[in-house]
């Protein structure tokens, strides 16, 4: 997926992604090293894709859901 921006100041949150990173305890600096190195996978839109990255020290990986076409981030989640 060689077409998807991976500069992460490429991307900026909705107003849902934002609260859900927040209330998900999830840290800007982790969204952005997602976006930077996080394996790339197809998501459930066209546009979008599934950004996915473990980190030393988390139970769990954290997933980013953007818009690859206008560098909206959709969503930003812990990943089973």
């Given at each position: 997926?060689?077409d998807v ?7 900026h949150p ?33 546009c979008c ?32």
């Amino acid at each position: 997926m060689s077409d998807v921006p991976r500069e992460p100041e490429f991307y900026h949150p909705t107003t849902h992604a934002g609260q859900q990173r927040k209330d998900r305890g999830i840290e800007w600096v982790q969204v952005s090293k997602t976006l930077a190195d996080g394996r790339v996978k197809t998501s459930h839109k066209k546009c979008c894709r599934l950004f996915i990255r473990e980190f030393e020290g988390l139970d769990k990986p954290v997933g980013v859901v953007a818009d690859v076409t206008n560098g909206e981030i959709v969503t930003v989640e812990w990943r089973k």
